[in-house]
């Protein structure tokens, strides 16, 4: 089987982490040939899933139409080609990393030229498309274009798509384990944190409202006025030029307890995970976000909003925030306290889980492979 994933776009951040996985889970479990097809570039920074994704396909598999800043004749050119290259490559599944309808506008013809959509959706050519949403705001009752299929990332996108009488399949991103097997103590120590008398909170996340991380740091100011060095918070994440308002003016009041990091790769995420000792996601804008699991997976403490759209899907490991700064602030301190509320066993559980993952996605394209 040969399974294209057409993307709007490939910068840091969930949908492509969420990709990124697809891949890597499908070439380990299936023999599926996966290919990739990025609508347009939108950033030359912060681009470190867009490598690993190039780096993990053959280069024939991988395709860009360009980088939107240098938008050209020729990087429409390859859009167009879009039917030819599915053709000449013998796909079967189209999978899709967003709804055309919201795919990023950068050409004349206004978002994602429908001409080109409706060809992509005709019933005559002989691929079948399935579709991933990773907004929570997507309008399913004003889909213009409706796939084979859709694979849900959250529990209320699969219950609209099936209301709706549309065919899903729920397909969450994996809990996918820690990637160091050293001890927390042990990575403490290598990163030169100390072993006691300090605890570390970590939040991860591109610096933008919806994150809030405006939040996080009042909580910060809080414990560095009474607590000093006790509570030190960690920030990992682009700070990204076109969200600078909202980041920038931040930088300028942080308190002492404060440390904030760039982008990191997975393997360096991974190891912020492993060496703190809770997670304080403070999101008020999100799908279902990687993070989450990322963190859980690694048998972390966490402090999030608990969104109605999660249907209690992390009910079992987040202590919820509730807005409140000195109530959140007094929680998380009991919280650090207190013993871990769940865990995760991380061995075959987690090889489980990946495995389960990929096999999900080969029944739902297998399910579809002869229908129409």
């Known amino acids: 089987m040969k399974v294209l994933f057409l993307t709007p776009h490939l910068s840091t951040g969930g949908m492509p982490q969420f990709l990124l996985q697809r891949i890597k889970t499908l070439q380990a479990y299936s023999d599926v040939e996966v290919f990739v097809y990025e609508w347009v570039q939108t950033a030359t920074w912060f681009v470190v899933q867009r490598n690993q994704i190039i780096n993990t396909l053959p280069k024939d598999n991988f395709v860009s139409c360009g980088y939107f800043a240098d938008w050209s004749q020729k990087c429409r050119d390859k859009q167009t080609d879009l039917i030819n290259f599915l053709y000449k490559n013998k796909i079967d599944i189209v999978h899709l990393e967003e709804a055309p309808e919201i795919f990023p506008v950068y050409h004349d013809n206004g978002i994602f030229d429908h001409d080109?959509?409706?060809?992509?959706?005709?019933?005559?050519?002989?691929?079948?498309?399935?579709?991933?949403?990773?907004?929570?705001?997507?309008?399913?009752?004003?889909?213009?274009?409706?796939?084979?299929?859709?694979?849900?990332?959250?529990?209320?996108?699969?219950?609209?798509?099936?209301?709706?009488?549309?065919?899903?399949?729920?397909?969450?991103?994996?809990?996918?384990?820690?990637?160091?097997?050293?001890?927390?103590?042990?990575?403490?120590?290598?990163?030169?944190?100390?072993?006691?008398g300090e605890f570390h909170i970590l939040n991860v996340g591109l610096w933008t409202p919806g994150k809030n991380q405006k939040y996080a740091i009042e909580i910060a100011k809080l414990l560095w006025e009474k607590y000093r060095w006790t509570y030190i918070f960690h920030f990992v994440g682009n700070q990204a030029p076109n969200f600078e308002d909202y980041w920038s003016p931040l930088m300028n009041d942080l308190p002492p307890n404060i440390r904030i990091y760039g982008e990191k790769n997975q393997d360096e995420v991974s190891k912020f995970y492993k060496k703190s000792d809770l997670m304080l996601f403070t999101s008020t804008w999100e799908c279902n976000p990687i993070v989450l699991k990322e963190a859980i997976s690694n048998n972390l403490k966490v402090m999030a909003f608990n969104h109605d759209h999660y249907q209690g899907s992390y009910n079992e490991y987040i202590d919820d925030l509730t807005g409140n700064l000195e109530k959140d602030k007094d929680n998380l301190i009991d919280i650090l306290h207190s013993p871990l509320k769940y865990e995760k066993k991380l061995?075959?559980?987690?090889?489980?889980?990946?495995?389960?993952f990929a096999n999900k996605h080969l029944e739902l394209y297998e399910s579809i492979s002869n229908r129409r």
Do not use: M
């Not at 050293?182 to 100390?194: A, D, F, P, Q, V």
């Not at 061995?347 to 389960?356: Q, V």
């Open 116 to 196: 080109l959509v409706t060809d992509l959706y005709d019933k005559k050519h002989p691929w079948k498309i399935v579709e991933s949403i990773h907004r929570i705001d997507f309008d399913f009752p004003n889909k213009k274009y409706i796939p084979d299929a859709f694979s849900c990332v959250v529990n209320s996108h699969y219950d609209e798509a099936k209301n709706l009488k549309y065919r899903a399949k729920l397909i969450e991103y994996p809990f996918c384990g820690p990637v160091s097997n050293s001890t927390k103590e042990e990575i403490k120590l290598e990163e030169g944190w100390r072993k006691t």
């Open 347 to 356: 061995d075959y559980s987690i090889l489980k889980s990946k495995k389960e």
